[in-house]
């Protein structure tokens, strides 16, 4: 079992940058990546950034490869640098571990979910 819980989180203007926090414990290293999912108001649930264990990152578009990175600070913490925030980027933001090879962009390739964490972008 992996527990996820993300933080960092908040209300931000246009522009600027928030910085967001996933710390995983259990069995992490049955864990082959991890990746980050947001879900705005009356949309799906999809990907934004993924990051597998050999550094290799995966985002799900170029505009949020250009403003967001995604990163391990250590075995148990991945961050999601977001600059340059926009009002469509409001959504809330999910942390999610897969624990066998499958696709990045799928959900369905993930087995853990955190609770989530609502970033809020005003104009």
């Known amino acids: 079992q992996v527990h996820l819980m993300e933080s960092g989180g908040g209300l931000a203007q246009a522009g600027a940058s928030l910085r967001l926090s996933c710390d995983a414990s259990?069995?992490?290293?049955?864990?082959?990546?991890m990746g980050w999912f947001r879900q705005a108001p009356g949309k799906e649930r999809e990907f934004v950034a993924a990051?597998?264990?050999?550094?290799?990152?995966t985002y799900a578009t170029d505009s949020i490869a250009g403003r967001f990175t995604v990163s391990r600070d250590n075995a148990q913490k991945i961050v999601l640098q977001m600059n340059t925030l926009k009002p469509e980027d409001t959504a809330v933001y999910y942390c999610a571990a897969a624990s066998s090879p499958g696709m990045e962009r799928w959900s369905s390739s993930y087995d853990y979910w955190g609770q989530g964490t609502q970033v809020t972008v005003s104009s």
């Open positions: 259990g069995r992490i290293f049955t864990t082959t990546f």
């Open positions: 990051i597998r264990w050999n550094g290799n990152v």
